[in-house]
């Protein structure tokens, strides 16, 4: 079955405590990327990621790192988590065959809270 | 820059009703244009998308979506909603031609009530 896996669904951390969100996709697809989703403020983009070892800033990157060590996974990064930060985050994967034409399958969304 | 505006934040609906969400979009060049829909707890998927050609979609679910381009619009349309329709719906864009990113209007929360 196609999908992507976010890990954790549901975090509650500390200020200032390093965490890792985790992101894999089984479909071989080159692009991958990462939103944050706020009431009122539909999906933002933080990063994304047009193959591996390349990735480059969205429109919200500040505070989060990402990296691409292998075709599947896209971690998200946040080194010192602030209040600023809760959100419920979406990691999503297309492939860039069809370049805008395709469709982005999207993890089931992971709920953080920064305490 | 390209930007997505949906001009309803929340609509509700009786059951068997018809619906139109709003979806307008502003760009200096040609985009691919898309719905998804988001049931609670759950990611988005692909309700339906325009790319070229005919104008009116038909996607999942009995949706369907007419692109306007002398509007810049894109609503989406489904003639009877059921219960299970109440989601949150989203526009968004794809720039032809450049990168792969959706940009995303800010939803519109669709309520079926019985």
């Known amino acids: 079955e196609a999908q992507v896996t976010q890990n954790p669904r549901y975090l509650i951390t500390v200020t200032g405590k390093k965490l890792t969100v985790t992101c894999s996709q089984n479909?071989?697809?080159?692009?991958m990327s990462w939103y944050r989703q706020d009431p009122g403020l539909g999906l933002r983009q933080i990063y994304y990621?047009?193959?591996?070892?390349?990735?480059d800033k969205g429109d919200v990157p500040e505070g989060y790192k990402v990296s691409r060590k292998e075709k599947r996974n896209f971690p998200l990064i946040l080194e010192s988590p602030s209040p600023n930060q809760t959100s419920l985050y979406f990691c999503a994967s297309s492939s860039l065959r069809g370049r805008g034409n395709t469709e982005a399958f999207f993890g089931q969304g992971t709920r953080l809270t920064v305490v | 820059a390209q930007s997505v505006t949906q001009l309803d934040s929340q609509v509700p609906v009786f059951e068997e009703a018809p619906v139109e969400l709003r979806c307008n979009y502003s760009?200096?060049?040609?985009?691919?244009l898309f719905w998804y829909v988001q049931y609670p707890n759950q990611g988005l998927q692909l309700l339906l998308k325009?790319?070229?050609?005919?104008?009116l979609v038909k996607g999942i679910n009995g949706f369907e979506a007419e692109f306007n381009k002398s509007q810049t619009s894109f609503h989406l349309r489904k003639p009877s909603v059921h219960i299970s329709d109440t989601a949150e719906y989203f526009c968004?864009?794809?720039?032809?031609?450049?990168?792969?990113?959706?940009?995303f209007g800010k939803g519109t929360k669709l309520t079926v009530n019985p």
């Open positions: 760009s200096s060049v040609s985009v691919y």
């Open positions: 479909m071989n697809h080159e692009y």
């Open positions: 325009y790319l070229s050609g005919s104008t």
């Open positions: 990621s047009m193959n591996v070892e390349v990735t």
């Open positions: 968004a864009v794809i720039i032809q031609g450049g990168s792969e990113k959706l940009v």
